[in-house]
């Protein structure tokens, strides 16, 4: 804020007390009207955040005796009439408080070094403890809320199909005890350090300044001058909560997903932390997973891959689908059975892959053996094997 404006406002009208307020009359005004305009009792109500940080500005000024007794003086001499220019061209007059009790003003005849009543250091000197805490950076500003980690472990199916599940979150929040102020009284005092920013800065060359969180109020702007035993002075504690999650259809195992504002709330009206879930996937008995497709391995006769057969194959959380083997499929082939796989981010569902296993069988009866030797009479001119030991030999 310039000069002009800071001098302008009335603190007394700020925290509704007279001039002549004792230091306990405007201590106790400020402890209620801190408490009915505190941002986390008025989440998302920016007039009473506006409100607050103007109540917290007046009494950083009328709190403290020296700078009550600078901005009294002040307002005595400029902000009640002490001074009134004339206007100049064009009805208006435009004038800097520093010329007027800088170096250069002690002329016309007062014979001292910076005029008027000796000011000799110029206007930064004689209100330096109020002009120089900040500006508009000594207002406290919002802070985003802490993110959260979070793990879940999901079935198979869970996964492919998406589910609401519940979890249990441990979080930083506003302390109940003290109304998040952190201070028993519901007094904190703006920080003097970084002015209420949270953030001090420090020279990084080649003129430019580098921003690091305030070490004495640990990047919150504000210090209690009377911790509260719950959160010792810091405002939040620790707050446990059960929250329907929402995980989406197709995750796959180990992926993490960001929940937007589902995190830690806010301070001062800043937006919520967001929430990281780690998810789990247990495996399934029968059924596999590569991408967007889901996989099975399914056994078939040896005269069903010779001569060929229709067959019957599972699906996840669906009726089965009738795939057309056709005559002399091989062992190891893969058919596939469109959209019978897990559900993308669109919506649309990959396929079912289907790895085709022959069976030899263990135990066979009389009549089976006798025509499985037939068979090999018949078939004994075919040597499958017959080109690995011309392709072994190489070139």
Do not use: W
Not at 28 to 44: C, I, S, V, W
Not at 322 to 328: C, D, E, N, S, Y
Request: aromatic fraction near 6%.
């Amino acid at each position: 804020m310039s000069t002009k404006d800071f001098i302008e406002k009335d603190y007394y009208k700020v925290l509704g007390v007279p001039k002549d307020a004792t230091e306990a009359e405007i201590k106790k005004a400020y402890r209620k009207l801190a408490r009915e305009y505190h941002p986390d009792a008025n989440t998302g109500d920016a007039k009473a955040e506006e409100r607050f940080k103007d109540v917290s500005e007046a009494y950083d000024v009328l709190g403290d005796a020296k700078r009550r007794k600078e901005y009294d003086e002040a307002r005595a001499l400029f902000g009640g009439g002490g001074f009134r220019p004339g206007p100049g061209a064009g009805g208006q007059f435009n004038f800097d408080l520093n010329d007027l009790f800088g170096a250069g003003a002690g002329g016309a005849g007062t014979g001292t070094t910076g005029g008027a009543g000796g000011f000799g250091g110029g206007i930064g000197d004689v209100f330096g403890g109020l002009f120089n805490r900040g500006g508009p950076g000594s207002r406290v500003q919002p802070r985003r809320g802490q993110d959260i980690e979070s793990e879940v472990t999901l079935s198979f199916t869970e996964a492919v199909d998406g589910a609401t599940v519940p979890l249990r979150m441990s979080s930083s929040a506003a302390c109940k005890a003290c109304a998040g102020t952190g201070d028993t009284n519901g007094t904190p005092r703006v920080c003097p350090t970084c002015v209420g920013t949270g953030q001090v800065s420090r020279g990084g060359g080649g003129g430019f300044s580098l921003t690091d969180p305030c070490v004495d109020c640990k990047g919150r702007g504000l210090i209690a001058e009377n911790p509260c035993s719950v959160c010792r002075g810091s405002g939040r504690a620790t707050s446990s909560r059960t929250m329907q999650v929402r995980i989406p259809a197709g995750v796959s195992d180990g992926q993490r997903i960001r929940l937007r504002g589902k995190g830690a709330p806010g301070e001062r009206g800043g937006p919520n932390g967001d929430l990281y879930v780690t998810v789990h996937v247990d495996s399934h008995p029968l059924f596999g997973r590569r991408g967007d497709n889901l996989t099975i391995t399914v056994p078939v006769t040896f005269p069903e891959a010779a001569l060929g057969a229709d067959i019957k194959v599972p699906t996840l959380g669906g009726p089965p689908v009738t795939l057309k083997l056709p005559p002399g499929t091989p062992g190891g082939r893969t058919m596939r059975a469109r959209g019978k796989g897990a559900t993308r981010k669109d919506g649309t569902r990959g396929d079912l892959l289907v790895t085709i296993e022959v069976t030899v069988p263990r135990d066979m009866g009389e009549r089976a053996r006798k025509a499985l030797e037939e068979y090999r009479e018949a078939a004994a001119g075919e040597d499958p094997r017959a080109g690995l030991f011309e392709a072994a030999k190489g070139d």
